[in-house]
C-alpha cells in the first residue's frame, strides 16, 4: 500500500521573480560580446564554490573558439545566498560592489576601459590571422 504525502511546498515560491543574480548578469554581457563579435570572441563565465563552501567565485574570461583560448578579465565573489555585495578583482584593483547598479555601473567601466579595450582587439586579430 502506498503512502500518500502532501506537496508541502508554498505554491508561490516557484514563480517568477524579479531578481536578477550577477551570475546570470555575466552570462548575458558573454552572450552579448558573442553577439558583438559574431561569435569570434565569447564571454566565457566559470563558478565555483569556494573550499569553504561559504561564497561563490566568478572569473569573467574572454574565450577565442579559433584559438581554443581563454583570457582572464576579471573575478566576483558572492558571500553564500546573497547577491550584494560581491567582491571584485580586476587587474590589481579590489573592491566591493553594493547593489545590482552598482554591478552594472562597474561591468560597464571594466568593459569600457584601456585594458579591455587592447585585450579585445589584439584576441580579435589573433583569430582572425
Known amino acids: 500500500m502506498e503512502i500518500e504525502v502532501p506537496n508541502l511546498w508554498p505554491d508561490d515560491l516557484f514563480g517568477?521573480?524579479?531578481?536578477?543574480?550577477?551570475?546570470?548578469?555575466?552570462?548575458?554581457?558573454?552572450?552579448?560580446?558573442?553577439?558583438?563579435?559574431?561569435?569570434?570572441?565569447?564571454?566565457?563565465?566559470?563558478?565555483?564554490?569556494?573550499?569553504?563552501?561559504?561564497?561563490?567565485?566568478?572569473?569573467?574570461?574572454?574565450?577565442?573558439?579559433?584559438?581554443?583560448?581563454?583570457?582572464?578579465?576579471?573575478r566576483l565573489d558572492q558571500k553564500q545566498l546573497d547577491f550584494y555585495p560581491l567582491q571584485y578583482r580586476f587587474e590589481n584593483e579590489t573592491g566591493e560592489l553594493a547593489s545590482e547598479q552598482e554591478l552594472y555601473t562597474w561591468l560597464k567601466r571594466v568593459f569600457y576601459s584601456e585594458k579591455?579595450?587592447?585585450?579585445?582587439?589584439?584576441?580579435?586579430?589573433?583569430a582572425k590571422a
Open 16 to 74: 517568477k521573480t524579479s531578481e536578477v543574480s550577477p551570475f546570470a548578469i555575466l552570462k548575458q554581457q558573454g552572450t552579448q560580446l558573442a553577439e558583438a563579435t559574431n561569435g569570434v570572441l565569447r564571454g566565457s563565465v566559470g563558478r565555483q564554490v569556494s573550499p569553504y563552501g561559504n561564497e561563490f567565485i566568478y572569473e569573467f574570461g574572454i574565450y577565442v573558439p579559433a584559438l581554443e583560448y581563454n583570457y582572464d578579465l576579471f
Open 116 to 126: 579591455t579595450r587592447l585585450v579585445v582587439k589584439r584576441l580579435l586579430a589573433q
